[in-house]
């Protein structure tokens, strides 16, 4: 079975910038899609297909995909930023099945 | 926009079958191309995909639960449901459904829904 691994947590001051990691097997030759997720709210998607984003997500927003490693990645962070991560992907190899990562908590100092 | 909707028994005795029921709202569950999933996330961890169907009815199921789970659609009523078989403890979770928007990526969910299996 495919697997993705994040960094359970990642710190950053008000302002920097946030890079949250997603490595797996070659998952450059796959999409890979983002989730924001609040404490109590359902997840949203920040970033799919790798780099788009969806209508209303802040430019701030960005991702990038290559070899065995996809970034998102958050520039000038803001305290509603703070929330878990999950990258996604769909794998095809063996079985057909939708594979998250097990996420990411993002803390803004 | 699309509106997702969740609903089912809040608890579940151990070893029964969990159902639940996605309603879709804002447009009809069987225009375009789009696949339905359901989620969970148990307590403090993270999210675990079960499934999805396609309007034509075709289904992807997670290999660690395919034995127990089915996905079903029923486009009179504008609904797609989960049956989850023989459930412990472990599937205590919050479910949520969700549809796909582009190339797997789910843009739409609803809000979740807890159900716990306790006798």
């Known amino acids: 079975s495919y697997v993705l691994t994040q960094p359970p947590s990642v710190s950053v001051?008000?302002?920097?910038?946030?890079?949250?990691?997603?490595?797996?097997?070659?998952i450059g030759s796959k999409s890979v899609h983002w989730y924001q997720q609040k404490p109590g709210q359902a997840p949203v998607l920040v970033v799919y297909d790798d780099s788009?984003?969806?209508?209303?997500?802040?430019?701030?927003?960005?991702?990038?995909?290559?070899?065995?490693?996809?970034?998102?990645?958050?520039?000038?962070v803001e305290a509603g930023d703070e929330?878990?991560?999950?990258?996604?992907v769909w794998d095809s190899s063996s079985d057909h099945y939708v594979v998250f990562g097990g996420g990411t908590k993002l803390t803004v100092l | 926009q699309v509106q997702l909707q969740e609903s089912g028994p809040?608890?579940?005795?151990?070893?029964?079958?969990l159902s639940l029921t996605c309603t879709v709202s804002g447009g009809s569950i069987s225009s375009g191309s789009y696949y339905w999933s359901w989620i969970r996330q148990p307590a403090g961890k993270g999210l675990e995909w079960i499934g999805r169907?396609?309007?034509?009815?075709?289904?992807n199921y997670n290999p660690s639960l395919k034995s127990r789970v089915t996905i079903s659609v029923d486009t009179s009523k504008n609904q797609f449901s989960l049956k989850l078989s023989s459930v412990?403890?472990?599937?205590?979770a919050v479910y949520?459904?969700?549809?796909?928007?582009?190339?797997?990526?789910?843009?739409?969910?609803?809000?979740?829904?807890?159900?716990?299996?306790?006798?």
């Not at chain 2, 169907?53 to 289904?59: A, E, K, M, P, V």
């Not at chain 2, 412990?88 to 205590?92: F, I, N």
């Open chain 1, 13 to 26: 001051a008000p302002g920097q910038t946030a890079r949250i990691t997603c490595g797996g097997n070659n």
């Open chain 1, 52 to 76: 788009d984003r969806p209508s209303g997500i802040p430019e701030r927003f960005s991702g990038s995909n290559s070899g065995n490693t996809a970034t998102l990645t958050i520039s000038r």
């Open chain 1, 83 to 88: 929330a878990d991560y999950y990258c996604q």
């Open chain 2, 10 to 17: 809040g608890l579940v005795k151990p070893s029964q079958t």
């Open chain 2, 53 to 59: 169907i396609y309007t034509s009815g075709s289904t």
């Open chain 2, 88 to 92: 412990t403890a472990a599937d205590t």
């Open chain 2, 96 to 119: 949520y459904c969700a549809r796909e928007s582009s190339d797997t990526a789910m843009g739409y969910w609803g809000q979740g829904t807890l159900v716990t299996v306790s006798s």
